[in-house]
């Protein structure tokens, strides 16, 4: 399955993540034919960064890529999209997003779908853990 | 007039991304008080990056800051913004978008009039010279 290496490219990145202390979101790109394209994890805190979402990290690290390359392509992030992510998938126009958990929090899931967009909810335990974990210890991060 | 003094600051730094030969798109974050607490210019291809847009690059040189600092804030941009920098200005709660023009480019312009975003369009002349002068000379990276 396609969406195997992706979602679990995207929870390495998010446990990735928490060993460093940052916010534990993970995310991957694939491409339509399966290839990991990019992949990283929220640096809010490593970086003190306001952008570095796992999504944007996945797609900062895929570089600049030929449209033909995001074509059909699938982005796995474990935690719901935010709206600014959510609109880097739409800019990207990306085929389909699967989302680890969504329910520590939805982000722009309705508008994803408004716009055509596939959305896979796979309700991830560990994903879900994760989080759980990060706003336990840190809640003024979150 | 507080938009002078962002508009400004967006379209020097639309002009910065000229002088590089990149995207001649600038922006700047504007706090209530007046204050400019980012701003950037599009660096496509400067960095070959597919994410710092003027919007997220405006974002990304203000840094993290607390949610009061983005309150009633507005996010000046040269060109209207893409569906990742509407989404960028909705996860920050931007009050306000003030978009040189948006006779080469329309973006997010009603998802964020949805959301509750004011919208202000000024149909500047330079910043419509920019953007025709670089997709005259560089079609290809448009
Ligand atoms: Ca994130
Ligand atoms: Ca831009
Ligand atoms: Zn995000
Ligand atoms: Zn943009």
């Given at each position: 399955?396609?969406?195997?290496?992706?979602?679990?490219?995207?929870l390495?990145?998010?446990?990735?993540?928490?060993?460093?202390?940052?916010?534990?979101?993970?995310?991957?790109?694939?491409?339509?034919?399966?290839?990991?394209?990019?992949?990283?994890?929220?640096?809010?805190?490593?970086?003190?960064?306001?952008?570095?979402?796992?999504?944007?990290?996945?797609?900062?690290?895929?570089?600049?890529?030929?449209?033909?390359?995001?074509?059909?392509?699938?982005?796995?992030?474990?935690?719901?999209?935010?709206?600014?992510?959510?609109?880097?998938?739409?800019?990207?126009?990306?085929?389909?997003?699967?989302?680890?958990?969504?329910?520590?929090?939805?982000?722009?899931?309705e508008?994803?779908?408004?716009?055509?967009?596939?959305?896979?909810?796979?309700?991830?335990?560990?994903c879900?853990?994760?989080?759980?974990?990060?706003?336990?210890?840190?809640?003024?991060?979150?």
């Amino acid at each position: 399955m396609t969406s195997d290496i992706g979602f679990q490219a995207a929870l390495e990145e998010a446990r990735k993540g928490a060993a460093e202390g940052g916010v534990p979101i993970g995310a991957a790109l694939v491409s339509a034919d399966g290839r990991i394209l990019g992949r990283g994890h929220n640096m809010r805190i490593q970086k003190g960064s306001a952008i570095i979402h796992a999504e944007i990290s996945a797609l900062d690290n895929a570089g600049r890529l030929p449209a033909s390359e995001y074509k059909g392509a699938t982005m796995y992030t474990t935690l719901s999209p935010c709206d600014m992510c959510t609109g880097a998938c739409l800019l990207y126009k990306v085929m389909r997003v699967v989302i680890g958990e969504n329910k520590t929090f939805v982000g722009g899931e309705e508008y994803l779908k408004s716009r055509g967009v596939e959305l896979e909810v796979l309700d991830n335990t560990e994903c879900k853990e994760l989080m759980a974990k990060f706003i336990r210890e840190k809640p003024s991060e979150w």
